[in-house]
């Protein structure tokens, strides 16, 4: 049963940078079969897909264009873990993040764990 | 980026009930589609994928259906636990995109 443990600041100051982590237990973040998401949630927009990591013989790094010029993601082998860096950070920034794992090659691409959330506030 | 629209977006049915609730793509996506529950504080949690097939350790009460641009999932005999807020999803194409959501009270 994979386990997903989230980590970082639940506050921001406008314009610095947003920083999480999420730990792996339960799977490698090197898996063949799995990719790893950053998914974020606010009322204002609803549930929005960040990007995602994964790796199938080489590792690939996929952005949302919606925050790809200041978003980036990083597997750490060595940790089995994987972050989020969301650089020059605005209140529209605010909003629960979550990491999630993503089974990949059965079939269509499914969420199937998510990490517990953390609110993330941006406020000076 | 493809666009996903639920409804309703609440909706109220008593224990016992059955609800379906709909999603349609702004474009085709073959059965990518998926559906998640998610209660207050809680992460979502996978309920249906790939438009109908069950994902383990769900009740069977749940089920889904669709195809092309339009997907319904329907809950049977509805329980007080079901009281939550529902969203589709497509793994189509990148960036992944979710519906508003449905909330559904259980009175």
């Known amino acids: 049963q994979v386990q997903l443990q989230q980590s970082g600041p639940g506050l921001v100051k406008p314009s610095e940078t947003l920083s999480l982590t999420c730990a792996i237990s339960g799977d490698s973040v090197s898996s063949n079969s799995a990719g790893w998401n950053w998914i974020r949630q606010s009322p204002s927009r609803g549930l929005e897909w960040l990007g995602r990591?994964?790796?199938?013989?080489?590792?690939?790094?996929e952005y949302a264009d919606s925050v790809r010029s200041r978003t980036t993601i990083t597997p750490d082998t060595s940790k089995n873990q994987f972050s989020l860096q969301l650089n020059s950070v605005t209140p529209e920034d605010t909003a629960v993040y979550y990491c999630?794992?993503?089974?990949?090659?059965?079939?269509?691409?499914?969420?199937?764990?998510w990490g517990q959330g953390a609110l993330v506030t941006v406020s000076s | 980026d493809i666009q996903m629209t639920q409804s309703p977006p609440s909706l109220s049915a008593s224990v016992g009930d059955r609800v379906t609730i709909t999603c349609r793509s702004s474009q085709t996506m073959n059965n990518f589609l998926n559906w998640y529950q998610q209660k207050p504080g809680e992460a979502p949690k996978l309920l249906i994928y790939t438009a109908s097939r069950l994902q383990s350790g769900v009740p069977s009460r749940f089920s889904a259906s669709g195809s092309g641009t339009d997907f319904s999932l329907t809950i049977t005999s509805l329980q007080p636990e079901d009281s939550a807020r529902y969203y589709c999803?497509?793994?189509?194409?990148?960036?992944?995109?979710f519906g508003q959501g449905t909330t559904l009270e259980i009175k």
């Open positions: 999630a794992r993503e089974v990949l090659y059965s079939g269509p691409n499914r969420v199937d764990s």
């Open positions: 999803q497509q793994s189509f194409s990148k960036p992944y995109t």
């Open positions: 990591t994964y790796y199938t013989s080489k590792w690939y790094i």
